[in-house]
T-cell receptor
Framework: AQSVTQLDSQVPVFEEAPVELRCNYS??????LFWYVQYPNQGLQLLLK??????LVESINGFEAEFNKSQTSFHLRKPSVHISDTAEYFC?????????????FGAGTRLAVHP | DAGVTQSPTHLIKTRGQQVTLRCSPI?????VSWYQQVLGQGPQFIFQ???????GRGNFPDRFSARQFPNYSSELNVNALLLGDSALYLC?????????????????FGPGTRLTVL
C-alpha cells in the first residue's frame, strides 16, 4: 500500500530565510506526487506536481520540489520565504487501484513565517 | 471560470442526526471526489464518482453515502452522526478526460464544509 510521511509537523522560520519541508513516500509502482497548500479556513490549492520527466518541478510563487526515486522523497523548498507563505502544506501521492485514482495525503506540515 | 463550490460553509449538528453536503464541480468536469479532513490530519479519501457512477470508496462505514447528479454535482450524506465525524469535508473535481496537458484525474479542491457534531 502507498503511504506518505511528512517528517515535520511544524516548521518555524524567519522571513527571507530558506525553508525545506520534507516528504517521503512508499510505493511499489510508478508515482505521481503533489504538494498542496492550505491557508487558514480554506480548501486545498495545488502548489506543484511531479508526473514524469524532469525531477525538479517549480511553482509560480518560488517553491520547488525534487523527486528522488532512490530516497523515495519529494521535499519542498523555497530559497526565501514571505509572511504570506504561512500555511499548512500537504504532500500527496496518487494511488491507482480498482480502476480509479485517489490521493493519499501526509499529515501536513505547518509552516510559520515570523518577521 | 468558477472553481469548485461547496455548501454550506459551516454546519452544526447533534449526535444521531443526518447531514447532507453539496458540491458543484468546475464546469466541464465529470468526476467528483470527497475527502474528510479531521483537525490536525491530512485529508482521507471517502468516495469518487464519475459520470454518476461510484468508482471508488475509502475505508468509511456505511453511514456515509454519496451520489452524483446528471449535471455532475454531488451530495455526500452522513447518517447517525458521531462526535468523530466532526471535520472539514472537501470536494474535488477532475476533468475525467485529457484537457490539453492536464491529466483526467487532476483534482481541484473546493473550500470545504466544516461540520461540527455536538
Amino acid at each position: 500500500a502507498q503511504s506518505v510521511t511528512q517528517l515535520d509537523s511544524q516548521v518555524p522560520v524567519f522571513e527571507e530565510a530558506p525553508v525545506e519541508l520534507r516528504c517521503n513516500y512508499s510505493s511499489s509502482v510508478s508515482v505521481y506526487l503533489f504538494w498542496y497548500v492550505q491557508y487558514p479556513n480554506q480548501g486545498l490549492q495545488l502548489l506543484l506536481k511531479y508526473l514524469s520527466g524532469s525531477t525538479l518541478v517549480e511553482s509560480i510563487n518560488g517553491f520547488e520540489a525534487e523527486f528522488n526515486k532512490s530516497q523515495t522523497s519529494f521535499h519542498l523548498r523555497k530559497p526565501s520565504v514571505h509572511i504570506s507563505d504561512t500555511a499548512e502544506y500537504f504532500c500527496a501521492v496518487s494511488s491507482f487501484s480498482g480502476g480509479y485514482n485517489k490521493l493519499i495525503f501526509g499529515a501536513g506540515t505547518r509552516l510559520a513565517v515570523h518577521p | 471560470d468558477a472553481g469548485v463550490t461547496q455548501s454550506p460553509t459551516h454546519l452544526i449538528k447533534t449526535r444521531g442526526q443526518q447531514v447532507t453536503l453539496r458540491c458543484s464541480p468546475i464546469s466541464g468536469h465529470k468526476s467528483v471526489s470527497w475527502y474528510q479532513q479531521v483537525l490536525g490530519q491530512g485529508p482521507q479519501f471517502i468516495f469518487q464518482y464519475y459520470e454518476k457512477e461510484e468508482r471508488g470508496r475509502g475505508n468509511f462505514p456505511d453511514r456515509f453515502s454519496a451520489r452524483q447528479f446528471p449535471n455532475y454535482s454531488s451530495e455526500l450524506n452522513v447518517n447517525a452522526l458521531l462526535l468523530g465525524d466532526s471535520a472539514l469535508y472537501l470536494c474535488a473535481s477532475s476533468p475525467g478526460r485529457w484537457t490539453g496537458d492536464i491529466r483526467p484525474d487532476t483534482q481541484y479542491f473546493g473550500p470545504g464544509t466544516r461540520l461540527t457534531v455536538l
